[in-house]
């Protein structure tokens, strides 16, 4: 479920058409825009009153439309060169940010792991800006993701694990070859599964080594040091 | 004012403290450790019922301890080398966030300009998990910034405005001498006053310009860029 003109203006940008439409009153010009577009697409479209959009709304204002999508996840490539791998975010905030980010960083793919907060609950979906429309999203077991690194990708990307200590310096660490940064959850970071599989493990060198980051941070600081790196390449 | 266990901590870990503390039944022993450290400083500490603690706090869950302190602006260094100035950030958990990034990344000295949130309201000091207790923090308007600028410092620090395109990137923008990195709010980003006088834009590279990060994201990858900057020197 999206709510609001942003997320309707990414789904039609994607070409991404809703299962099912409703806007009330409460709509912009600009909203109202993106709604013909899928007027022209044979998308079920009902409008209803405001009262009744905000009763199945989740947020307190809902712009005045809502759509439902069917989840289809998209093909990973078989060759990525950037993937990202959450394990076990459960804020939907930092998960939202972190696949906003993740979109912004060009990752080829993202891999949710069990025990993260669902990826398309409506809060999410909000946090992250439209990235649901256009990035490459799997929610898999470890399991699962060890059989797909096995044999989805010709060339198995290397996995990169961020540590809050005791890792290799991230900016030490080369990140220009294909590479899946694994984010871990707000609690306990990534799982001790991950850790065991892991290729490298990294670390966010900080000022004072008593502090942290929140994991969205952490994660975008480290999506954008890969996206660096290769820039600079 | 600030409620957690970990709050509490903070303050006492930079001897900070409360004007009061109240707490109730509803402590752990980790918290009341914190306590016990304060009752030896004569703060003025009083157990209230939990229900009474609770309509005080503006949390769900207050974790059983609240205090009142008393805003004392740290000092700024004369000589800094690295600050951050906020520029009309409105949003209460990005404003935290850049907080809590910005100690991370030891800045020493935070700005905060007219016009955006109120960087003491009980939502941004528990975004910022304490940063607020150690770091120098002045909240001041653009003229007042300037005079600072021209008095406080022996160095004026180079003024570096982050904007979403356009700038130089940031990667190849010299963060290495002392510099005052100025981060925008979610609306409108950088005020013209503020772009009027920086010494540089600066723009963080995406795959997909179309795409913008959010301003605790935007500034958090910024701040670490010139710690790396720093660190590989």
Redesign the interface.
Known sequence: MAEGVRLIEEAEKNEIHPEILLYSDAISDRGFEAITYFQNCEVPIFQVADHLLERVSDTKTSQGVIAVFSIEAKPFSATPSFLLIVDRVRDP?NMG?LL??A????VDGVMILDGSVDVYSPKVVRAG?GAHFSLSIQTVTVEGLLANFDELFVNRPRIIAMVVSEGK?I?SSDLQQSCALVVGGEANGVSNEMLEICDEKIT?????DT????A??AG??AL??V??QR??Q
């Open positions: 905030g940010t906003r980010t979109r912004a960083a060009g800006m310096p900016w966010i060198p900080m000022e004072d502090e942290s980051l929140n969205g941070i975008s600081v954008f040091e996206l660096r820039w600079q």
